[in-house]
Structures are given as C-alpha cells and as structure tokens.
C-alpha cells in the first residue's frame, strides 16, 4: 500500500510477507535498573511487579494544521470540497516517507527474522524513504530501515544490565539479536528517463546496484504511490461534505491502493486537515483486501486482511495519498512451488505519512547541470 521499494522496502503488504523491513528502538546508552524504572519498564516496588508498557507506541502525533498559502487553493464552496486535480505538478518535488509497522502478538509459521518454526511475534518496523524527482532525473534514498522484537520489560532489563556490565569490564557490547538494521541504509539509486523508460544510473556499490535493478521497472509506479506523479485514478468532480461515502471494489481499489489490491473499501469523508502543512480530505475507512502475487525468488504471496477501522488522507491540491493509519487483521502465506512455507495470522498496525515539499530553484547558478524541467507526462501518467 506505500510505495514499492524492492525486496527490502515494498508497499507494506510486501513487508508483512517477508518481515524484511521491520524496526523499532535502538539502545544506544547505559540505563541502570533506576532508569527503567522511570522509563516504566519497572515500577519501582518489588521486580514482580512489572509494568506491561510499550513505549514505542507513543508516537507523536502529526499537526493537523494547513499552510495558509496553501489552504488558498482548496476548491471547496457551499457544497463541499472538490477533489482537484488540474493543477500541474511542480517540477521539481520531494517527498519524505515515513513508515511504523507493528505486528501485534503476531502467529508466524516456518522462517522469519527471528528464527524458525512455530512462534507468537510482537514487533515494530520503522521505514524512512526520500524520494525526488527534477524533470527527467529521480533518486531514492532510504534514510532509516531497522527492525526489533518486542520483549517483555525483565527481558529488556536484562539487556541493559548486560551492556552495563560489558561497559564496566571494557568489553564491548553483547550482540542484540533482538534488532536488524536494513543494509540499504544510507544508500541511494538514480534512474534517468530517457523518453521511453526509467534507466538505472550504474554504480560501483554492489548492493546499490542490485536494489536499483530491482527496482528499475518500478520507478512510475513508485512516484505515483509517494505523491511525486499523478495517481492513475482519482476522485471525480464530485463535491464531498463530512458524511460523503466513497465506495471502491475490485479495479478501483487503486485509488488509494498501489499492489493490486482486490476486494471492498469504505470511505466516508470526514472534513479537512493537514498532513505537514499540506490540505487533506481525511475519510474514515473499513473493508476488506485480498491480493496475490509472485516475490523475486519465484514463491507464491497470499494475502487476506481486514481493515477493521482506520483513515486515509488525501490530497485536496493533487492526485496523491499523504497519510494512511489503519489497523488490520492478516492471514498470509507463502509457497514455494505449492508447498506452504510461510503463515503469519495477527493483528498489524499501520502508520504512514508522506511530507510532500515542492523544491525551489536556486537563486544562484549551479556549477552543475540542471535536467530539464519537464515531467514525461504522456508516458509516465495515466489519466481516468
């Protein structure tokens, strides 16, 4: 449902099949048993009196407030906002996507991360990508891709008392099994349009290289998903007011959706608010998705969730979506030439949002040569 980023990075869907992208916290200080008390890992009775706390779930909340100038543009009257679609893209654009996935007390089945066999997983999955785009040049960027299991708060004490006790012996750290660091991090790939398709500028990084190959073919859909380029379906010239319903199936499932998601989507239109200052169409959602398709290594991804609530934000200036936050329930498996190797059944949670800034040109001339200016429109967008 985000944007595809290959085999380490794909739309979320893809994420929770492999658990290739997972992430959460990482401890980078000496805490002493006082310190977790206050963090609430412990309180501060007895150690049997521990406090089931998941810190990692107090996310920041996103500000809700819309840049004046921007606001200026909304097309809404008497009737309702109007979905707008008419205004052309700014040529040169950045977008920022940043991804919290959380298994809930997830059952998995075969391999995963963390080992293998039968086992009940509680997890967080932190993704930061930039995307950009000038004219016939776009580079992607990962900027943070980490995973943790989630322990129990003795578990975790144990860790840190454990750190504590190598730092005093001059010893370095045990190894944390617990947390896995994406090895894209830090690193970038840059495609060239060259009239008809999306070319991968060589690199010399191996791992580079492989990512970018693995994502050549999809460069258009990637900037679609993350709000550089048109979506190819979008709203039509409809007003909506707070209660307005929106219902998709099947083949429109694309309109907020970018995996080939099939099944049934209900969206009722609650007003206006911002995503980092930017005017969105906040609908309330609730359906059910299916969707199936063939990963990298030939193997065979199923997948069945229900959406039992959650919200979409849609942009009110452009054909993209700026935030989702939904929670699921999945059941996927995995098979490898019709032999089940993979289950993953649970609750999953969804947090995304995407800062979408339009870049200024530089007031000064650049040493460097700028490319053109122009978005492949014809080739890159389709229209309804």
Not at 20 to 43: P, R
Not at 113 to 125: A, P, Y
Not at 130 to 151: C, D, H, P, Q
Not at 209 to 222: H, R
Request: neutral net charge; aromatic residues 6%.
């Amino acid at each position: 449902m985000a944007g595809k980023m290959g085999k380490s990075g794909k739309q979320f869907l893809s994420v929770l099949f492999h658990l290739a992208v997972l992430s959460g916290m990482v401890v980078t200080y000496d805490l002493s048993k006082g310190l977790a008390q206050k963090l609430g890992w412990l309180d501060g009775g007895s150690s049997s009196e521990k406090v089931e706390m998941d810190i990692m779930a107090m996310d920041e909340d996103l500000s809700i407030e819309i840049d004046p100038e921007l606001e200026k543009l909304v097309d809404v009257t008497v009737d309702g906002y109007l979905f707008r679609k008419d205004i052309p893209f700014p040529p040169h654009i950045k977008v920022i996507t940043s991804q919290v996935t959380k298994f809930k007390k997830v059952r998995f089945a075969g391999k995963s991360q963390f080992g293998e066999g039968s086992m009940v997983l509680s997890t967080r999955s932190d993704e930061v990508m930039e995307y950009e785009m000038a004219g016939r040049v776009t580079r992607f960027t990962m900027k943070e891709g980490t995973t943790e299991k989630l322990v129990s708060p003795s578990e975790k004490l144990a860790k840190l008392q454990a750190i504590a006790e190598a730092k005093n012996a001059g010893e370095p750290p045990p190894q944390d099994n617990d947390k896995i660091v994406n090895r894209l991090v830090g690193k970038a790939v840059q495609f060239n349009y060259d009239g008809k398709a999306w070319k991968l500028q060589p690199s010399k990084e191996f791992l580079t290289m492989a990512w970018g190959k693995e994502l050549e073919d999809q460069v258009t859909s990637q900037l679609q998903a993350n709000g550089l380029l048109s979506r190819s379906r979008w709203f039509g010239k409809e007003r909506m007011s707070p209660g307005s319903e929106t219902k998709l199936s099947d083949k429109s499932m694309d309109l907020v959706f970018d995996d080939g998601e099939q099944g049934k989507l209900e969206m009722v239109f609650k007003g206006m608010e911002g995503v980092h200052g930017h005017p969105c169409g906040v609908f309330e959602v609730k359906g059910s998705l299916t969707y199936e398709k063939t990963d990298s290594e030939g193997n065979i991804l199923k997948s069945e969730e229900t959406v039992e609530g959650g919200k979409i934000w849609c942009s009110l200036l452009y054909p993209a979506v700026l935030r989702m936050d939904l929670d699921l329930v999945i059941s996927h498996e995995t098979r490898a030439k019709g032999k089940l190797i993979g289950q993953q059944q649970g609750d999953v949670s969804i947090k995304l949002h995407r800062q979408w800034t339009p870049v200024k040109p530089e007031t000064k001339k650049s040493e460097t040569p700028q490319p053109k200016q122009e978005a492949p429109k014809e080739s890159l967008e389709k229209k309804d």
